[in-house]
């Protein structure tokens, strides 16, 4: 028997002994083991990518608040000299100008002196000597403020300090620095090396780590269809336990699951065919030994003739009558848009159904009663809808007691209709209950023979009930009657 399974949550086909779909099957193992791979690799470098990010922002920015504290000391220092030499008033002091020479020489940068008139009295490239200078840098100054400025773009820092008298009552210039930041660029590039350097290591072994680590997520998986195509070897399977992970054993359970339904439905279609073969080979046989026994007399006596050729009918009709129910299975067992539905009052359908079984219930002296609590018009298929309550009420008046009842009832909401059948006959047994719907099962199968009953009559039933996306209830106690609900759609959806 080919069969074909998909278990979809576990993202895992389970298929026969098809060679080509079990290496897709490993495809999509190879598949899931790349994304893994890729995945925490992903998860280890993006971090690792920003954590060596913050760090080499931080140290370059550290560093450069160091070397601005650095210059400042020493440009304060200067600042003092150049204040207590009355510099300002004598910018020929050649002790101070060497020391700004040196200064300027030191920070690869640029010195200027700006007296109180803003002219400018020292320029260590001499370019703007004697210039004014208004700058704002300048006015802050002369306001009592110091300023630190960082040109990144152009690589340099500006510093400007206020030179004070020698009594520190009044600023009486302004001194201004440029100091050239090439080597800390030089120092970033050198530190940027090493972040690089030490990013390829780390990368290199998340590599490694995601690949071991992939390898052995996957492990379980491969466990799992190692097991499958063990499982695949017998005729339907053998049930498989692996359960590493939650995943795994949600897979595994799923698939034992679907293998016990398909174990069930197995032995039901075998049961189906050996209840079949029985059942058809049961009037064969009837009309063989009747035919037999004909040919096997020399004289027949008309009546027994008539008699023997009478018996052989009634079992050509119980064969017809086998082979349609089948066919009405098979026609049923097909998709529901075969369906011909059409809106029908459904009070009208159930008095005639119950107008054409009531001589039926007449050989019996069984009551047939219909309540309806309202008019019900629904949207359903009426010969097949028709066929089902016919099967119900007419097993109800089979089943029953001499003078007994059967009251069919009819009631309905919003949203559904409920046909509810009623009797006060043998009832079924609790063990039985839950076999009444299966094909062919009879509970008493002596007098089911002698009713005229196929055993397919509810199995049919219920058929036609699921077909309309209705439900099929019992309720019933031995001795004391059964009753059975059915709930179908007001509207039929397809």
């Known amino acids: 028997m080919t069969r074909s399974m998909y278990i979809r949550n576990g993202a895992l086909a389970i298929f026969s002994k098809d060679k080509k779909k079990r290496g897709r099957n490993l495809g999509r193992l190879k598949s899931l083991r790349i994304i893994w791979f890729v995945m925490l690799v992903l998860v280890g470098t993006?971090?690792?990518?920003?954590?060596?990010?913050?760090?080499?922002?931080?140290s370059t920015d550290n560093e450069i608040q160091s070397r601005i504290a650095r210059i400042q000391n020493q440009w304060m220092i200067v600042a003092n000299q150049v204040s207590k030499s009355g510099y300002v008033d004598n910018p020929q002091n050649e002790v101070i100008n060497a020391e700004l020479e040196q200064m300027a020489s030191l920070q690869d940068g640029r010195v200027i002196v700006v007296n109180k008139s803003f002219r400018t009295i020292k320029d260590t490239y001499e370019i703007d000597s004697g210039k004014y200078n208004i700058s704002e840098a300048v006015l802050q100054c002369f306001s009592g403020e110091r300023k630190v400025n960082y040109r990144r773009g152009d690589k340099y820092l500006d510093f400007a300090q206020p030179i004070y008298s020698a009594d520190n009552t009044e600023v009486v210039g302004v001194m201004l620095l440029s100091s050239s930041t090439s080597s800390l660029d030089e120092l970033a590039e050198k530190l940027r090396v090493r972040i690089r350097l030490l990013e390829t290591i780390e990368l290199v072994i998340l590599v490694v780590i995601s690949a071991v680590l992939s390898h052995w997520m996957v492990r379980p998986f491969r466990r799992i269809t190692a097991s499958l195509n063990h499982a695949t070897e017998n005729p339907l399977g053998e049930e498989i336990k692996v359960g590493n992970f939650?995943?795994?054993?949600?897979?595994?359970?799923?698939?034992?699951?679907?293998?016990?339904?398909?174990?069930?439905?197995?032995?039901?279609?075998?049961?189906?065919?050996?209840?079949?073969?029985?059942?058809?080979?049961?009037?064969?046989?009837?009309?063989?030994?009747?035919?037999?026994?004909?040919?096997?007399?020399?004289?027949?006596?008309?009546?027994?003739?008539?008699?023997?050729?009478?018996?052989?009918?009634?079992?050509?009709?119980?064969?017809?009558?086998?082979?349609?129910?089948?066919?009405?299975?098979?026609?049923?067992?097909?998709?529901?848009?075969?369906l011909n539905i059409t809106q029908i009052n459904v009070n009208e359908l159930l008095e005639g159904t119950l107008k054409r079984l009531r001589p039926i219930a007449k050989q019996k002296n069984v009551d047939l009663i219909l309540e309806s609590f309202r008019p019900v018009v629904a949207e359903v298929d009426k010969t097949k809808f028709t066929l089902a309550v016919s099967n119900l009420v007419e097993n109800a008046i089979?089943?029953?007691?001499?003078?007994?009842?059967?009251?069919?009832?009819?009631?309905?909401?919003?949203?559904?209709?409920?046909?509810?059948?009623?009797?006060?006959?043998i009832g079924?047994?609790?063990?039985?209950?839950?076999?009444?719907?299966?094909?062919?099962?009879?509970?008493?199968?002596?007098?089911?023979?002698?009713?005229?009953?196929?055993?397919?009559?509810?199995?049919?039933?219920?058929?036609?009930?699921?077909?309309?996306?209705?439900?099929?209830?019992?309720?019933?106690?031995?001795?004391?009657?059964?009753?059975?609900?059915?709930?179908?759609?007001?509207?039929?959806?397809?």
């Open 46 to 58: 993006v971090p690792v990518f920003i954590v060596n990010y913050i760090v080499y922002a931080i």
């Open 398 to 425: 089979k089943y029953n007691n001499r003078d007994g009842w059967v009251k069919v009832s009819l009631n309905a909401d919003h949203k559904f209709f409920y046909v509810k059948v009623a009797d006060n006959g």
């Open 246 to 338: 939650v995943e795994t054993r949600q897979v595994s359970e799923a698939y034992n699951k679907t293998l016990k339904q398909l174990k069930r439905l197995d032995e039901s279609r075998q049961q189906f065919v050996s209840n079949v073969s029985h059942e058809l080979k049961t009037p064969i046989t009837s009309i063989r030994v009747l035919a037999d026994s004909l040919m096997s007399e020399d004289e027949v006596p008309v009546e027994l003739y008539r008699e023997f050729m009478s018996d052989i009918s009634e079992e050509i009709d119980r064969e017809s009558q086998i082979i349609e129910d089948l066919l009405s299975l098979v026609r049923l067992d097909k998709s529901s848009t075969e």
């Open 428 to 494: 079924i047994p609790e063990e039985a209950q839950e076999h009444v719907f299966e094909r062919f099962f009879r509970v008493d199968k002596a007098r089911s023979r002698e009713a005229g009953g196929t055993g397919l009559g509810l199995a049919i039933t219920r058929s036609i009930v699921y077909s309309h996306h209705g439900a099929i209830k019992l309720y019933s106690r031995e001795n004391e009657g059964t009753t059975f609900t059915v709930r179908v759609p007001l509207i039929y959806i397809a």
